[in-house]
């Protein structure tokens, strides 16, 4: 795991999103509230599901339509 799932990273949540490669410009401002307010549990399970995604393809093929929308609009 990278830094961005270490349990004692002291960055805010968007700031972590953002280091992980999440385009938070796509959020509005109570979208980000939301992102901001997470609990540490639950930032690593998205951040943990990002890498993963990572892992499995490149991110071309992530956006392309064997990936559900939903999936492609929140991870990347």
Do not use: C, W, Y
């Amino acid at each position: 795991m990278n830094d961005a799932h270490d349990a004692h990273d002291e960055r805010d949540p968007l700031e972590r999103l953002s280091t992980a490669g999440f385009d938070l410009g796509m959020f509005d401002d109570e979208q980000l509230e939301l992102l901001a307010a997470l609990s540490e549990g639950e930032l690593s399970v998205l951040l943990d599901i990002k890498e993963r995604l990572g892992d499995v393809a490149p991110e071309v093929e992530a956006h392309s339509s064997t990936i559900p929308i939903t999936i492609g609009g929140l991870l990347f």
